[in-house]
């Protein structure tokens, strides 16, 4: 009998990985907004060679063909996020150019793309077609005043040019819906100090012969309900997701009443930080298809309208970014642990899948692909808290004997989001060295219910920090890393959560901040209108906020930082400026504690650059192997730590 292979034995962190950082650095082509027009499928792709460009591309009797070539880019600003730039119906397109934010309109016969706005200080969004009217009713951004905030209203863009505005008077908007009768209009609303999973308004209103709005109601929501994803049935009633009950699950407006068509603890929405998100579509009258997020993961079911029972459908996803509906296909945005963002369509009916677009080409083996664990953890106060943990996975090593691995624990960005669990080569680069990760949703995170989300409310800055702390001290308590060696790590928002961490908590060895803010009062001065009131929510309301940026800016309490650290900077940041990062660093070198400063030059907030991010993973990598004494392999470019006399366990 052959005796089984054994993966020979090396310190976790010095495994050698297929997984380059260089690799890393050439990353994924961004995969955005499908539509379905008939027969057709639509998305947008990411071109990085192009300048990071977005253009469209259209799937038609298995042949592939790009609609919007270079110097077009399919990508809109409104709210500075973007998202809805693009529309097909009946073989035409009309998108929203970002160069000069002119929207264009593609003919059915494939002509070259025509302006059909002024553009300039106007950006748009979100547009539907108003095809009885020959216009495109959309939401409309005016940043034609200057220095102040923007105006936003829905606006319908006619196909001569001409532009009139159907609502005005909130600060924001989006989800216009035209019925399928062309004879009402829905649409979404909220105003500051909200962010729209707060509380938003769903607005109904008839339209009248001359193309304007008449007897507009309030259908549903308010401050503290947050509706998204209107849409009408093909038989014409007002579908929609509300948080009413604690989670956001699918209703229905019918003859001035609202009816729950789904009453279930799982999320069938996502917070509205871009435009043009869709988590269900009618197949039919009777029957919707939907995912929904439980537990962290994705979920997609068929929907019986008459009875509300979801029917799962088989398919190898677990975090389905977005999804289209005709008839028996369905397209989806989707990935999974060992699957990075792909679009593929479904096919009710038969149950095959075809995959159309992947983010990434060429996959690493799975052998070096650390599947995640979704787990729950009690954290301070007496809650509960999320994460994905990933265990260090590599086909041609194991740890040494008893050694357990060092633990990386991430904060996502937002704070308003989520983690997931598709494949992403950022995290198996350290998996695959040997290790551990635990990427955390705190209390805040989306996914989880209203409860859950409002946790973050007032508390930014202690509720991710804590939930961090704890998710560290599980996993370690539980026997499955090293307590020794825990790190941090965390970028702008993260950076906060990271640096609070070390300052406010001794669990974690040695931490990473990248841009990380330390001072909160500098977050306001360059926000945009979209956010510029989210910090009332997230910290504190104006007149209490000084005390309480005091009180929780890491840059106020430089001298409970005693743990190692690296700090990542950009030199041309302007919503993190590099002080941030230097009076941490300077305060670091003068009490004698090891510390790294790596500057960027030409980066901004977020490295775009692939030499920079070759740069600075390597370089945190040669950090942390060089503070917990374990051998540099060769290749690894040496980086200056100070006050490091003689490397070791921290």
Not at 124 to 133: E, G, H, S
Not at 216 to 233: D, K, Y
Not at 238 to 243: A, G, K, T
Not at 361 to 376: A, C, R, W
Request: glycine share 10%; charged share 20%.
């Amino acid at each position: 009998m052959l005796e089984p292979i054994r993966q020979p034995a090396a310190p976790c962190g010095a495994w050698t990985s297929p997984i380059t950082a260089a690799i890393v650095a050439a990353g994924a082509s961004p995969l955005s907004q499908v539509l379905l027009d008939g027969a057709d499928v639509l998305w947008l792709a990411g071109r990085a060679s192009e300048g990071g460009r977005n253009t469209l591309l259209r799937a038609r009797a298995d042949e592939v063909n790009e609609m919007t070539p270079a110097p077009f880019n399919v990508r809109t600003r409104v709210h500075e996020y973007g998202g809805g730039a693009l529309l097909a119906s009946g073989g035409a397109v009309w998108f929203s150019n970002f160069a000069d934010n002119r929207v264009y309109h593609i003919p059915a016969n494939g002509r070259e793309p025509q302006p059909v706005s002024g553009g300039g200080d106007l950006r748009y969004a979100d547009f539907v077609l108003d095809a009885a009217r020959r216009r495109l009713v959309g939401v409309r951004e005016d940043h034609s005043a200057g220095a102040s905030y923007p105006v936003n209203t829905i606006c319908a863009l006619a196909f001569d040019g001409s532009e009139t505005v159907l609502v005005d008077g909130n600060d924001f908007y989006s989800s216009p819906r035209i019925s399928p009768d062309g004879k009402r209009i829905a649409w979404l609303c909220w105003d500051h100090p909200r962010m729209p999973w707060q509380g938003t308004e769903l607005w109904l209103a008839e339209i009248g012969d001359d193309g304007t709005l008449v007897n507009g109601r309030l259908v549903a929501g308010g401050a503290h309900e947050s509706i998204c994803q209107p849409e009408w049935s093909p038989d014409g009633l007002l579908y929609f997701v509300s948080d009413r009950s604690g989670w956001w699950n699918i209703h229905r407006y019918d003859h001035g009443v609202v009816h729950p068509v789904c009453v279930k603890e799982a999320e069938f929405a996502g917070p509205h930080w871009t435009f043009g998100n869709a988590m269900y579509g009618f197949a039919s009258s009777s029957e919707i298809v939907c995912t929904y997020i439980e537990d962290g993961v994705s979920r997609l079911a068929r929907l019986g309208l008459a009875d509300g029972r979801l029917t799962p459908i088989d398919n190898p996803y677990q975090e389905i970014r977005e999804l289209r509906v005709a008839g028996g296909t369905v397209a989806l945005m989707a990935g999974a642990p060992t699957i990075a963002q792909e679009l593929a369509l479904l096919d009710l009916a038969g149950g095959t899948r075809k995959v159309l677009a992947k983010s990434i080409e060429t996959l690493p083996d799975v052998g070096y692909l650390s599947v995640p664990q979704s787990i729950s953890y009690p954290s301070m106060q007496g809650r509960s808290a999320y994460a994905f943990y990933y265990p260090p996975t590599n086909a041609d090593y194991q740890p040494l004997p008893g050694e357990l691995p060092p633990l990386m624990v991430i904060g996502h960005g937002g704070p308003t989001s989520m983690a997931s669990s598709t494949l992403k080569l950022a995290t198996q680069f350290w998996t695959s060295r040997g290790i551990a990760v635990l990427d955390v949703n705190y209390g805040g995170s989306s996914g989880f219910g209203r409860a859950y989300r409002d946790l973050l409310k007032g508390q930014w800055g202690v509720v991710d920090v804590e939930d961090c702390v704890a998710g560290a001290q599980h996993l370690a308590d539980q026997g499955l890393v090293d307590r020794e060696r825990l790190v941090i790590r965390g970028g702008s928002a993260g950076g906060l959560t990271t640096l609070c961490a070390l300052e406010f908590f001794d669990v974690f060895k040695a931490g990473a901040s990248y841009y990380g803010v330390s001072d909160l009062k500098g977050l306001d001065a360059d926000s945009h209108k979209f956010e510029s009131r989210y910090n009332e929510y997230l910290i504190a309301p104006k007149a209490q906020a000084d005390a309480v940026y005091a009180a929780r800016s890491p840059i106020n309490h430089t001298d409970k930082l005693r743990r190692p650290m690296i700090f990542f900077q950009g030199l041309d940041d302007k919503v993190v400026p590099p002080p941030q990062s230097e009076v941490m660093v300077e305060a670091l070198r003068a009490r004698g504690v090891p510390v790294a400063y790596l500057t960027l030059e030409g980066e901004g907030h977020g490295f775009r650059k692939a030499d920079s991010i070759v740069r600075t993973l390597e370089a945190e990598l040669y950090f942390y192997l060089r503070i917990f004494g374990i051998d540099i392999p060769a290749g690894l470019p040496p980086v200056e730590i100070e006050n490091l006399v003689d490397p070791g366990r921290a």
